[in-house]
C-alpha cells in the first residue's frame, strides 16, 4: 500500500509517498480503508522533529493521527463494525495511508449525513474540545469563554457546552469568520461575567490566547489545542 513517511525533519518537502506492507487486522482489531485524513498542527510538528509523549520517532516515519473510512477487515474477536462499517477515529502516527489497523475502542460509527473531508478532520479537534470541558467541570448553567471560536477546536467546545450547559458560551474569533453563531467577546480585554468558570485558549486563525488571564473566583482555565511544543 501506499503511505505518507519523512526520512528526516524538515518542512513539507520531507514527506515521501512510500510502498509498504499493507497491514493485517490482529484479534480485536479491524482494518480501514481510509477515505480521508487529517492534517493537524501536531503532525507538522512531527515532521519537523517533535515527538509525541512517550514515542520514539524513526526513519522511515509513516505520519497522521486522525482518519475516516470503511472497515474492510475484521480481526478475530472486533465486534460492533463489520466489513463495510464507515468510521472514524484516530490512529497514531500511522493514519496517512491507504490502510490502517485499529483497536476497536480506537473508531465510532460515521454518521451518514457527514461528508468524508469532515470525518477525516473531526477525531482530534472533537477530542480535544471535550478533553478541555471535562478538565473545566462544565456544568448545567456555567459560562464558557472560549478563544478562537472558529477554528477546528473552537466550533466542537461551543457546541457541546450549548450541549452541557444549556447556554451560549462567551466566544472570540477572527472578524473574516463570521459563521459562529454565538455572543462574541472582541479587543484584548474582554469582559469577564462573575459566573465564568472556564476558558479555552486555542491558538489559530491568527487569534492567539491572552496571557496571564485572571477568571474571577470561581474561575478555570484549559490550555488544551496549543500547539505542541510551544507554550
Known amino acids: 500500500m501506499k503511505a505518507a513517511a519523512i526520512r528526516s525533519f524538515g518542512g513539507p518537502e520531507v514527506v515521501e509517498l512510500l510502498d509498504v506492507a499493507t497491514p493485517a487486522a490482529g484479534p480485536g482489531e479491524?482494518?480501514?480503508?481510509?477515505?480521508?485524513?487529517?492534517?493537524?498542527?501536531?503532525?507538522?510538528?512531527?515532521?519537523?522533529?517533535?515527538?509525541?509523549?512517550?514515542?520514539?520517532?524513526?526513519?522511515?516515519?509513516?505520519?497522521?493521527?486522525?482518519?475516516?473510512?470503511?472497515v474492510d477487515q475484521v480481526g478475530e474477536g472486533a465486534a460492533g463494525f463489520p466489513v463495510g462499517s464507515e468510521?472514524?477515529?484516530?490512529?497514531?502516527?500511522?493514519?496517512?495511508?491507504?490502510?490502517?489497523?485499529?483497536?476497536?475502542?480506537?473508531?465510532?460509527p460515521k454518521p451518514a449525513a457527514m461528508p468524508w473531508p469532515v470525518a477525516g478532520v473531526l477525531s482530534a479537534s472533537g477530542q480535544t474540545a471535550h478533553t478541555a470541558l471535562e478538565r473545566l467541570k462544565v456544568g448545567a448553567g456555567d459560562t464558557l469563554l472560549v478563544h478562537a471560536a472558529a477554528g477546528g477546536v473552537g466550533t466542537v467546545a461551543v457546541q457541546l457546552h450549548i450541549e452541557i450547559a444549556g447556554t451560549y458560551p462567551l466566544a472570540e474569533a477572527a472578524e473574516a469568520h463570521r459563521a459562529v453563531e454565538t455572543r462574541r467577546v472582541?479587543?484584548?480585554?474582554?469582559?469577564?461575567?462573575?459566573?465564568?468558570?472556564?476558558?479555552?485558549?486555542?491558538?489559530?486563525?491568527?487569534?492567539?490566547?491572552?496571557?496571564?488571564?485572571?477568571c474571577r473566583p470561581r474561575g478555570r482555565r484549559s490550555g488544551r489545542g496549543s500547539r505542541p511544543g510551544r507554550r
Open 30 to 70: 479491524v482494518r480501514v480503508r481510509m477515505r480521508a485524513a487529517g492534517v493537524q498542527p501536531a503532525d507538522c510538528a512531527v515532521r519537523g522533529g517533535w515527538a509525541p509523549p512517550g514515542q520514539e520517532l524513526s526513519f522511515p516515519q509513516k505520519i497522521g493521527n486522525e482518519f475516516a473510512g470503511v
Open 87 to 108: 468510521v472514524l477515529g484516530w490512529a497514531l502516527l500511522a493514519a496517512h495511508a491507504e490502510y490502517v489497523v485499529v483497536p476497536t475502542d480506537q473508531i465510532v
Open 186 to 214: 472582541r479587543g484584548r480585554s474582554p469582559w469577564w461575567p462573575a459566573d465564568l468558570v472556564g476558558v479555552v485558549p486555542h491558538r489559530s486563525a491568527g487569534v492567539r490566547h491572552h496571557r496571564g488571564v485572571s
